[in-house]
C-alpha cells in the first residue's frame, strides 16, 4: 500500500490533531501543499499555519466543502454536528473522515446524508511528533486507504473490525497519554522525594517510559518478560513492584480504561 494521498483534502480545525495532520501531510510530502485546504475559526492561528506550512486557508466550511474531495472535521465534538450541517449546505455526498469521540457513523450520516461516506478515526497526542496510534472504521475501502494514507505519516494505523473498537482506543490510545503522563509525573515525585532534583526526576522518568515503550515495541517482548528481566530475586525493583501491587495500580489502570471507554460508549454529541 502506498502512503500517497489522492486528491484534494480539507481540514476543518487546525486545533492540536487538526495541526498534527496537516503537518504530517506536508512534511511527509504524501500530499502537495497546493492540494491541501483547511478552515480555523482562529485568525490568528491561521495566518499561522498557512504562512509556515505553504497551505491555503479558506474563508468557510462551506467553500471547504465545495473544493475538496476529503474532508477531515476535526473540531470539538460539541461543535461537529453544526460543522458538518455546513458541510450538507453544499453537497449531499461527501467523503468525511471524522476525528471526534464518541459520535457513530450512523449518527454523521443523519446529518450529512446517506449518499456520504464517513470513516472514524481516532488518533492521540503524539501524532504531533510523528509518534502516535490512529485507529480508523468505515466501509468504504477506498476512503479507509485515504484516511491509512493521511494518518501513516504519524502514526500507527490500525484498522478496527468493528465501530465499539474504536470507542475502546478512544480510551486506550486518545486517553492513554494523559494515563501515562499522570505515571511519568508520579514516578518523578517519587525521584524528588527520594532527593532528585525536579528537573532531573522529570527528565529520568520521561526517558524511561520512552525507553520502555520502544524497547517493547521493537523486541515484541510480553511486558511481563520485560518485568521479569529487571526483577531480581530480592532485588530493589520486586520490592517495588510489591508495592504497586499492594497499592492497585494494576486494577486502577484498568479501571482507567474500562470508565474511559464506557463514556466513550455514550452519545458525546
Do not use: W
Amino acid at each position: 500500500m502506498t502512503n500517497q494521498v489522492q486528491g484534494t483534502v480539507g481540514i476543518i480545525g487546525c486545533g492540536n490533531l487538526g495541526l498534527a495532520i496537516l503537518r504530517g501531510l506536508v512534511l511527509s510530502k504524501s500530499l502537495a501543499p497546493e492540494k491541501l485546504f483547511f478552515v480555523d475559526h482562529n485568525p490568528e492561528r491561521s495566518k499561522k499555519v498557512a504562512e509556515q506550512f505553504k497551505v491555503t486557508k479558506l474563508e468557510s466550511i462551506s467553500e471547504l466543502s465545495r473544493k475538496v474531495e476529503t474532508i477531515i472535521c476535526a473540531v470539538k465534538p460539541k461543535d461537529f454536528f453544526a460543522a458538518i450541517a455546513e458541510v450538507r449546505q453544499t453537497r449531499d455526498n461527501a467523503k468525511l473522515i471524522s476525528v471526534a469521540a464518541g459520535i457513530r457513523i450512523a449518527d454523521i450520516r443523519d446529518t450529512l446524508g446517506e449518499q456520504s461516506t464517513v470513516v472514524r478515526a481516532i488518533p492521540n497526542i503524539p501524532c504531533l511528533v510523528g509518534a502516535g496510534m490512529t485507529g480508523l472504521f468505515g466501509t468504504d475501502l477506498t476512503l479507509l486507504e485515504t484516511a491509512r494514507s493521511i494518518f501513516a505519516p504519524i502514526s500507527d494505523v490500525y484498522l478496527a473490525s468493528a465501530e465499539k473498537e474504536i470507542d475502546i482506543m478512544t480510551s486506550l490510545s486518545a486517553g492513554g497519554p494523559a494515563f501515562l503522563a499522570l505515571v511519568a509525573e508520579a514516578l518523578a515525585d517519587g525521584g524528588v522525594k527520594m532527593g532528585l532534583p525536579r528537573d532531573i526526576a522529570l527528565q529520568v522518568s520521561v526517558q524511561t517510559m520512552l525507553g520502555t515503550g520502544a524497547f517493547l515495541k521493537e523486541s515484541r517482548e510480553h511486558p511481563a518478560r520485560l518485568k521479569d528481566m529487571v526483577c531480581t530475586p530480592n532485588g530493589t525493583t520486586i520490592q517495588g513492584i510489591h508495592a504497586l501491587e499492594l497499592a492497585g495500580v494494576r486494577a486502577a489502570m484498568i479501571d482507567a480504561v474500562e470508565a474511559s471507554a464506557k463514556r466513550a460508549m455514550e452519545d458525546l454529541g
